[in-house]
Nanobody
Framework: QLVDSGGGLVQPGGSLRLSCAAS????????IVWFRQAPGKEREGILC????????YYAESVTGRFTFSRDKSKNTVYMQMNSLLPEDTGVYYC???????????????????????WGQGTQVTVTS
């Protein structure tokens, strides 16, 4: 029900926009999280939009470089990734659940929230 796309091969300093398109559910009714998993590493939550009325929380590693947005008309969410670094390489997944409220940090939502719908992932490779 969630389809991730937009990944690719990019040089350091470049940009990509990842998309997560939904069918069967309306994304504006859900909290959204983007995860990534780098080779040989654990999955990392990099941003969370708990609901359309709550602020978006970003991991420190992507703050100021990645931006989350929603397009209700397309039932799609996006993650704009700028100033990409080699350490941004990995498979990126979106997930939906909730919606959620009352939290105060990304780590709290990652720890407490349940994500019921998952995209299949899209590969991002940052290399020169």
């Amino acid at each position: 029900q969630l389809v991730d796309s937009g990944g690719g091969l990019v040089q350091p300093g470049g940009s990509l926009r990842l998309s997560c398109a939904a069918s069967g559910i309306t994304l504006d009714y859900y909290g959204i999280v983007w995860f990534r998993q780098a080779p040989g590493k654990e999955r990392e939550g990099i941003l969370c939009s708990p609901s359309v009325t709550e602020p978006t929380y970003y991991a420190e590693s992507v703050t100021g470089r990645f931006t989350f947005s929603r397009d209700k008309s397309k039932n799609t969410v996006y993650m704009q990734m700028n100033s990409l670094l080699p350490e941004d390489t990995g498979v990126y997944y979106c997930a939906a659940g909730g919606p959620f409220a009352g939290g105060s940090s990304l780590s709290e939502y990652l720890r407490e929230a349940e994500w019921n719908y998952w995209g299949q992932g899209t590969q991002v490779t940052v290399t020169s």
